[in-house]
């Protein structure tokens, strides 16, 4: 399986202040032959199930704020709130779906 | 779109346990479902899916021989069906739509508790 690590595992950013979480698969995701990468973001709230933000690494699900995106190919891919707001307080996680799916760990996202 | 679970189970260990999940608002058989699951405290990890069309299944190799995913197209419901439970399949158990056969999960079930107790 591949496996998705995430970096950091906690962070505390102000609000209004940029925020970026890593990922970092065990092998490339990026099929050659569409050119897409296998990758999505979720967000999930205390007690919520998780919400896709962002699939294919970089398209943002309908509804989800532009401050939202997501970069990145082949192994290595971010996600960036351009700026915090209270209610972007959670976990996330990032998804590869390339193979049998896997998740990373988990980021979790508080307030400064 | 709305994927509505079944509710919170208690189950001994070595027993099995049924978790439903009923669809609504989309072609029932036009998208899989995924099931996954989240230990307390814990991170999100897949168990597998169903094509509700075809009633085809793939499996994570983790749970091969110890789950089965069927579905009911008259009723638009899926379900899991996970044996020989030990206190590890302590977990919320969450139906999830897959985009467009993309492997990217757009609709969730609210989550289904189960509770392995002796």
């Known amino acids: 399986d591949i496996v998705m690590t995430q970096s950091p595992d906690s962070l505390a950013v102000s609000v209004g202040e940029r925020a970026t979480i890593n990922c970092k698969s065990s092998?490339?995701?990026?099929?050659?032959?569409?050119?897409?990468?296998?990758l999505a973001w979720y967000q999930q709230k205390a007690g919520q199930p998780p919400r896709l933000l962002i699939y294919w690494a970089s398209t943002r699900e309908s509804g989800v704020p532009d401050r939202f995106s997501g970069s990145g190919s082949g192994t290595e891919f971010t996600l960036t709130i351009s700026s915090l707001q209270a209610e972007d307080v959670a976990v996330y996680f990032c998804?590869?779906?390339?193979?049998?799916?896997?998740f990373g760990q988990g980021t979790r996202l508080e307030i400064k | 779109v709305q994927l509505v679970q079944s509710g919170a189970e208690v189950k001994k260990p070595g027993a099995s346990v049924i978790v439903s999940c009923e669809a609504s608002g989309s072609s029932f058989t036009g998208y899989y479902i995924n099931w996954v699951r989240q230990a307390p405290g814990q991170g999100l990890e897949w168990i597998g899916r169903i094509n509700p069309n075809s009633g085809g299944t793939k499996y994570a190799q983790k749970f091969q021989g110890r789950v089965t995913m069927s579905r009911d197209t008259s009723i638009t419901t899926a379900y899991m069906d996970i044996y020989s439970l030990t206190f590890d399949d302590t977990a919320v158990y969450y139906c999830a739509r897959e985009m467009d056969a993309s492997g990217s999960l757009d609709y969730w079930g609210q989550g289904t508790l189960v509770t392995v107790s002796s």
């Open positions: 092998q490339s995701v990026l099929d050659k032959s569409n050119n897409k990468n296998y």
């Open positions: 998804q590869q779906y390339y193979s049998t799916p896997t």
